[in-house]
């Protein structure tokens, strides 16, 4: 049994985060950091993601949020945290 609970955060990323390979980017940094969950694109412009996983990758994922993309551009990175459900793996939606 893993002695560090696992941490959940909601995210929500707005500035010109879509159509620059943000979500793609995110994906592969989740991966790389074993932060499972999930990104999308949100209909108001945004993108949506949720990182699950060991408290200090998932502050990896939030913090890379604030940066995106090499053609992004970050406005402002809202967080809510919230118990972890046992996600696994990692999807673009």
Do not use: K, Y
């Amino acid at each position: 049994m893993d002695p560090t609970p696992a941490a959940r955060r909601h995210v929500w990323v707005s500035g010109r985060v879509q159509g620059v390979w943000f979500r793609e980017s995110c994906r592969r940094v989740a991966v790389h950091h074993g932060v499972r969950g999930w990104v999308r694109n949100v209909d108001d412009g945004r993108v949506e993601a949720v990182f699950e996983g060991d408290p200090d990758a998932v502050a990896r994922l939030v913090a890379w949020c604030h940066e995106g993309s090499a053609e992004a551009v970050v406005h402002r990175v809202e967080v809510l945290d919230e118990s972890p459900q046992g996600i696994g793996g990692f999807a673009v939606r």
